[in-house]
């Protein structure tokens, strides 16, 4: 069975600081792997997808997360954070199955 | 111009009753999702159709009917309300099924409140 565990339900960051999202998978094929975010009252928004290509991945507005099947981990990273980044962000795996499986979420919030 | 739409956006109800949320996407994508987000903003697939057919079916009250009359709509029937139906409920769409890379476009959402 698949699975993702993101650890750190909460995590604060002060603006132009690092970010850092943790991701863990489970699978027992090479997985898609997927970062999405949901500001609040809206829907989710992928950010960035992971397709066995390159294992650095470029996403949208400045985040990056990287696969390394040795460390089963896909963490999302942004070198500065910026206000507008307050949001929650899922990680999901997908693939040997049907059906995306997301994360329990982790919500980022920006200290000026 | 709205990708993946959804009304209403909120809807307030009273235990027992009969509800419907409905979804539209103008993507011109063959998979239709609905998705429950708690309290917890845990989210968890419930139904998905490929084309107009059901793919994916989770354990789901039956209370829960789903129906797709085309490939752009794809509505949520929840007959006997509960309290624990409260939810955020989210439909999303995507050009293939879920066992691809395929991104999911989400709609806005219904928030669904049952008294």
């Known amino acids: 069975a698949q699975s993702v565990t993101q650890l750190g339900s909460h995590v604060s960051v002060s603006e132009g600081a690092l970010v850092l999202l943790r991701c863990n998978y489970s699978s027992s094929v090479p997985p898609y792997l997927f970062w999405y975010v949901q500001y609040p009252n809206q829907g989710l928004q992928l950010l960035l997808k992971?397709?066995?290509?390159?294992?650095l991945v470029k996403g949208i507005n400045g985040f990056e997360a990287e696969f390394k099947k040795s460390e089963t981990s896909f963490h999302l990273t942004k070198p500065s954070a910026h206000m507008s980044d307050a949001a929650e962000y899922f990680c999901?795996?997908?693939?040997?199955?049907?059906?995306?499986?997301f994360g329990t979420g982790t919500r980022l919030q920006v200290f000026p | 111009d709205t990708a993946v739409s959804q009304t209403p956006k909120y809807l307030v109800t009273q235990m027992g009753n009969d509800k419907s949320i409905k979804c539209e996407q103008n993507?011109?994508?063959?998979?239709m999702y609905w998705y429950k987000q708690d309290s917890k903003k845990f989210l968890k697939i419930m139904f998905s159709?490929?084309?107009?057919?059901?793919?994916i079916n989770e354990t789901v009250p039956n209370r829960f009917s789903p129906k797709s009359p085309d490939k752009a709509h794809l509505n949520l029937h929840i007959n006997s309300l509960e309290l624990g139906d409260s939810a955020v409920y989210f439909c999303?769409?995507?050009?293939?099924?879920?066992?691809?890379?395929?991104?999911?476009?989400f709609g806005p959402g219904t928030r669904l409140t049952v008294l």
């Open positions: 999901a795996v997908s693939k040997g199955t049907d059906k995306l499986i």
């Open positions: 993507l011109g994508h063959d998979t």
């Open positions: 159709y490929n084309n107009k057919e059901l793919i």
């Open positions: 999303a769409s995507s050009q293939e099924a879920a066992s691809s890379y395929s991104e999911q476009f």
């Open positions: 992971y397709t066995s290509a390159a294992t």
